[in-house]
């Protein structure tokens, strides 16, 4: 089946740096991606949608000039946190859809703690 | 008021038996329902999805959509260990995978030996 990989799954970060989240779609064209966040505990909460060539549409409450997504071919969305704070370490979640089927691909996840 | 809201148990169900999981949503233009399984620490994944009004059958899970009420339940027969997990539920405005999915809080189902 379709298999949508995340890279990296963990990663820690000092507090004012930025990381890259990266979401590829291995064997299909993605021409639509969705980047969630969980905290412990908590539901996923979408943050955006994001179709390729297109700019990324943001969840009310989400500030897009902090979390920037680019999704600029149809395999590879990213997901950049800028400036990270402790309260952004979460689980962050992207999944895709192609252009054929009605099928959402879950990526595995990645982990980012800030410290 | 949450647009899709779970009982976020935990729901302990001895095994064997039927766990039954329920979800209701606010947005009653909403089209497509999903239930999904997520282990600690794991993407969710999908169990089921379901689009008209009744109950969907795939092996030892039924799914129950009942639009008027705005309810959507999950049931799960034969319950095994294997089954204990957090359960979400999650709707659709659209009938595409285009469209974004709003996901419940969960419910944490734990079955006992």
């Known amino acids: 089946g379709a298999v949508v990989s995340q890279h990296p799954s963990w990663v820690i970060c000092k507090s004012g740096t930025s990381v890259k989240i990266e979401c590829r779609s291995l064997d299909f064209q993605a021409t639509t991606m969705f980047w969630y966040r969980q905290f412990p505990k908590q539901s996923l909460m979408l943050m955006a949608t994001?179709?390729?060539?297109?700019?990324?549409?943001?969840e009310q409450g989400v500030e897009k000039d902090k979390f920037l997504i680019n999704h600029a071919s149809l395999t590879l969305s990213t997901l950049t946190v800028t400036s990270a704070h402790p309260e952004d370490s979460s689980f962050y979640i992207c999944?895709?859809?192609?252009?054929?089927?009605?099928?959402?691909?879950f990526g595995e996840g990645s982990w980012l703690t800030v410290v | 008021q949450k647009e899709v809201e779970q009982n976020s148990g935990p729901l302990s169900v001895p095994e064997g038996a039927i766990a039954s999981l329920n979800c209701t949503y606010s947005d009653r233009g909403s089209q497509s329902f999903f239930w999904y399984r997520q282990y600690s620490g794991k993407s969710p994944e999908l169990i089921m999805f379901?689009?008209?009004?009744g109950d969907k059958e795939d092996g030892r899970f039924t799914a129950q959509l009942n639009k008027a009420s705005q309810y959507v339940s999950l049931l799960i027969r034969d319950s095994q260990p294997s089954d204990s997990a957090t359960y979400l539920c999650?709707?659709?405005?659209?009938?595409?995978?285009?469209?974004?999915?709003?996901f419940g809080s969960g419910t944490r189902l734990s079955i006992r030996p």
């Open positions: 999944s895709a859809s192609g252009r054929s089927g009605n099928t959402i691909y």
């Open positions: 379901i689009y008209s009004n």
């Open positions: 999650a709707v659709s405005p659209g009938y595409s995978s285009a469209s974004k999915i709003i």
């Open positions: 994001s179709n390729e060539g297109s700019k990324a549409t943001y």
